[in-house]
């Protein structure tokens, strides 16, 4: 289906993929960051990837004047909203900054869209607004309770576009909570790049396995798991691009709130992740053990019953491809290190 999409965040990991992924799926894409954790060198990669002029709006999602502008300049039929900060730990130290960039961000957003009469939006959530869940697999119907800064500011943007769907029936809105987003496109022209510390065990296992780390610390070996170490649900980042597409279209004919878990519905544990990691890279990763994060918890995994359901939408590639395509990533840029 042939739309206009802005994709704020767009420049990011999992924007950049969603760029390439509405591309091929015959829609226009346009770009809005302000690369305040990504590079520039990203648009001439997707307007490669994608064969088209990837328009790029160098803004703050919190600036409605640029974004009033942005709506005016292009005819924009919906939203994928990834612009935010996303690092758990920084987020308890600079809670204004996370709550202002993600909370603020998203506000001026929807102002911004209805000011325009745009009025379908695809929001980035996250598996963590469940925090510690009671039970495995979880299911969208289970109660949020996120257990840090960054988690409460999509569980706050959740809220508020709930009643502002519930206020006005002509908006579409899906809740998007991402579980674990790992791996690259195949092309090995864009993954996962941010201009801070990565924080996530792909990219930081790709370090090892490039030499720029003696080793990989695992958060905790005594956790109630089959392995002792934590379990988490990791979906490709190409798989979970596409379910943005199909997102967009049940939008098409479904109003108000969607809220979906995009998960492969199964739970690796970090040593598992490794393993897989030097089968993909051909060499043994050294590891350390490491006491436990505070906040981290056991096991997360989802059910994507009704993103699989309603999108007619399911995460086929698996862990042995999330890291053959990170590792492949990660080569590719080696140069520029
Ligand atoms: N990667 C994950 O593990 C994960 C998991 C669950 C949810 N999410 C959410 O998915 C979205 C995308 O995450 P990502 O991994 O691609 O992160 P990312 O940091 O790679 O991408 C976010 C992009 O938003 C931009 N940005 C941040 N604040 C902005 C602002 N105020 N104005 C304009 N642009 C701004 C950044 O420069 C970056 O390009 C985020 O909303 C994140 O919270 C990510």
């Known amino acids: 289906m042939e739309r206009t999409v802005l994709v704020t965040g767009g420049a990011g990991y999992v924007g950049s993929h969603i760029v390439v992924a509405l591309a091929r799926a015959g829609s226009t894409p346009i770009v809005l960051d302000n690369f305040a954790n990504s590079s520039r060198t990203v648009l001439p990669r997707l307007r490669r990837m994608t064969g088209n002029d990837v328009p790029l709006i160098d803004a703050d999602v919190r600036d409605r004047a640029a974004l009033e ?21 920084e987020s308890g130290a600079r809670p204004l900054a996370y709550y202002d960039n993600n909370v603020g961000g998203s506000i001026a957003l929807a102002q911004s869209m209805q000011a325009a009469g745009v009025r379908t ?36 943007v959740e809220l508020i576009l709930e009643d502002l769907a519930a206020s006005d029936a002509s908006w579409h809105v899906a809740l998007l909570r991402y579980f674990n987003p790992a791996g690259a496109d195949a092309s090995g022209e864009i993954g996962e790049a941010p201009s801070n510390a990565p924080n996530n065990l792909l990219p930081i296992l790709a370090e090892v396995a490039a030499g720029r780390r003696p080793w990989i610390e695992v958060f905790g070996d005594d956790y109630a798991t089959a392995d002792g170490t934590g379990v988490r649900d990791y979906i490709h980042v190409t798989d979970l691009a596409a379910g943005h597409v199909d997102a967009l279209s049940l939008l098409e004919r479904q109003p108000g709130v969607t809220t979906l878990n995009l998960g492969m519905g199964r739970g690796c544990s970090v040593l598992e992740v490794i393993a897989a990691f030097e089968r993909a890279c051909g060499k043994p990763l050294q590891r350390r053990i490491a006491p436990r994060r505070p906040g981290d918890i056991a096991v997360c995994y989802a059910d994507p019953a009704r993103a699989n359901a309603l999108l007619r939408w399911r995460a086929k590639l698996d862990l042995d491809a999330i890291c053959t395509d990170a590792w492949r990533w990660r080569k590719a840029t080696q140069t520029s290190d």
Do not use: I
């Open 121 to 156: 939006l695809v929001f980035s959530s996250s598996a963590t607004v469940y925090g510690q869940p009671e039970s495995n697999p979880v299911t969208e119907d289970a109660p949020p309770r996120p257990a840090s800064v960054y988690g409460r500011t999509k569980r706050a």
């Open 69 to 89: 502008r942005a709506f005016r300049t292009h005819h924009v039929d919906a939203v994928v909203h990834c612009a935010a900060l996303k690092a758990v730990g």
